[in-house]
């Protein structure tokens, strides 16, 4: 897996900001610290193994979150990912999702292909939704797996993080919410979708604890 394929997704600068959800009436006007930080991913999930992957200082700065991290896995039978976690511990002040890859990968000049809706859990619950996304560079073909999570749920689609939003009126703080992005290539979209849900599966019994 090249880790300059992984750098270019997790550098995206395109932060989505603008008004405040807090200023719906009775939504929270406080945000709750993570006692989690991204850094506390395992380098060791189920059979997956991960080393870390510095990433710049500044590009740290310019993703505007919390806590960042960044890590190379493999499965020790052929199967490789890299793995992106981000946690914004303020998701008042974001609207729409921040960094998406439909955002990211073509400003690297990467094409996108049609995008694929699944779970990101083992249990594959209908209330659960990641974006499965194939990508291509010139000859060069990759894969994402890209979910956020607020409140333990996870979303893609806008309309569904709106409808968490406004389920969080009444509470005194927002959650944070955080952001997991998982990348592989495979001689197949089937070999691809297989191998990032592998590793989804344990990230997501891990990302849980900020909730």
Same mark, same amino acid.
């Given at each position: 897996?090249?880790?300059?394929?992984? =750098?270019?997704? /997790? =550098?995206?600068?395109?932060?989505?900001?603008?008004? %405040?959800?807090?200023?719906?009436?009775?939504?929270?006007?406080?945000?709750?610290?993570?006692?989690?930080?991204?850094?506390?991913?395992? &380098?060791?999930?189920?059979?997956?193994?991960?080393?870390?992957? &510095?990433?710049?200082?500044?590009? @740290?700065?310019?993703?505007?979150?919390?806590?960042?991290?960044?890590?190379?896995?493999?499965?020790?039978?052929?199967?490789?990912?890299?793995?992106?976690?981000?946690? @914004?511990?303020?998701?008042?002040?974001?609207?729409?999702?921040?960094?998406?890859?439909?955002?990211?990968?073509?400003? /690297?000049?990467?094409?996108?292909?049609?995008?694929? %809706?699944?779970?990101?859990?083992?249990?594959?619950?209908?209330?659960?939704?990641?974006? @499965?996304?194939? =990508?291509?560079?010139?000859?060069?073909?990759?894969?994402?797996?890209?979910? %956020?999570?607020?409140?333990?749920?996870?979303? %893609?689609?806008?309309?569904?993080?709106?409808?968490?939003?406004?389920?969080?009126?009444?509470?005194?703080?927002?959650?944070?919410?955080?952001?997991?992005?998982?990348? &592989?290539?495979?001689?197949?979209?089937?070999?691809?979708?297989?191998?990032?849900?592998?590793?989804?599966?344990?990230?997501?019994?891990?990302?849980?604890?900020?909730?």
């Amino acid at each position: 897996m090249s880790v300059r394929l992984f =750098i270019l997704a /997790a =550098i995206c600068l395109a932060i989505c900001g603008g008004a %405040y959800w807090a200023k719906e009436r009775g939504m929270p006007a406080d945000s709750a610290l993570p006692e989690m930080k991204a850094q506390d991913l395992p &380098t060791t999930l189920g059979e997956w193994k991960g080393e870390d992957v &510095t990433l710049d200082p500044d590009v @740290f700065r310019r993703l505007g979150a919390e806590t960042t991290v960044d890590r190379n896995y493999s499965d020790g039978h052929g199967g490789v990912a890299s793995v992106h976690v981000a946690v @914004f511990q303020n998701p008042r002040r974001i609207i729409g999702l921040p960094h998406p890859p439909e955002v990211c990968y073509p400003a /690297a000049g990467w094409s996108l292909g049609e995008p694929k %809706y699944v779970s990101p859990d083992s249990g594959g619950a209908t209330e659960n939704e990641a974006e @499965f996304l194939p =990508i291509q560079r010139r000859e060069e073909k990759s894969y994402v797996l890209c979910w %956020y999570q607020m409140d333990g749920s996870t979303f %893609y689609r806008k309309g569904r993080q709106k409808s968490l939003a406004l389920a969080l009126r009444g509470r005194p703080a927002w959650p944070p919410l955080v952001k997991v992005m998982l990348q &592989t290539t495979a001689a197949s979209p089937d070999d691809a979708e297989k191998t990032l849900k592998s590793i989804a599966g344990e990230v997501y019994k891990w990302s849980r604890g900020f909730h």
